[in-house]
């Protein structure tokens, strides 16, 4: 049986050592951020990078592509790049509690609101997915001993952190896009 404490260490070992790639790592400290709007602007980063990417990927020679000066121009490229459809609304929630957060003097924090509306403009079949490998997830920290925020069950997570949850799987479906892989839960 492995410890808590080796686990936990083996684990860090993994980040430390490069072991874990950049990509999967900045999601991890993005998860890792205290606050809501920490959270919100980590992962819209994450989010636009891979929107970036992918849009390089798509063109034969993406030094000539324009600069793009907003998230919408961008997600607008990809579209038309062939980036599915079906990414657009939960993209557009997304980037709309970001703007929330960088222009809305009180927001500070992730209501439920904010979650129910990624949630809902996602489609079904990806949500529920997303939901089941982290309900797996959840139940091997568990199994483990391990009490890591992020990692209980998504009905026991504070709103920050099911929305964070949310927008990674978009942003996992985003990443399917640049290996030219189909969204899980598509026929």
């Given at each position: ?155 026991e997570l504070t709103p920050g952190n099911r929305w964070a949850f949310y927008a990674l799987a978009v942003l996992s479906g985003l990443e399917f896009r640049e290996w030219g892989l189909a969204l899980p839960g598509k026929a």
């Amino acid at each position: 049986m492995v410890t808590r404490e080796a686990f936990q260490e083996a684990f860090d070992r993994l980040f430390v050592d490069g072991a874990i790639p950049a990509h999967i790592a900045r999601r991890g400290y993005a998860l890792a951020t205290e606050d809501d709007m920490g959270k919100v602007l980590r992962i819209h980063l994450l989010i636009e990078r891979a929107l970036k990417n992918g849009i390089a990927q798509s063109v034969p020679w993406p030094d000539h592509l324009p600069r793009l000066r907003s998230f919408g121009d961008r997600v607008g490229l990809a579209l038309a790049l062939g980036l599915d459809p079906d990414l657009k609304g939960p993209l557009t929630a997304i980037n709309s509690l970001r703007n929330d957060f960088a222009h809305e003097e009180n927001k500070e924090r992730v209501t439920d609101e904010d979650v129910r509306r990624l949630r809902s403009a996602m489609i079904p079949n990806h949500a529920r997915i997303a939901e089941e490998m982290h309900e797996l997830s959840a139940k091997m920290a568990r199994d483990f001993g391990l009490e890591i925020e992020h990692m209980r069950p998504i009905s026991e997570l504070t709103p920050g952190n099911r929305w964070a949850f949310y927008a990674l799987a978009v942003l996992s479906g985003l990443e399917f896009r640049e290996w030219g892989l189909a969204l899980p839960g598509k026929a």
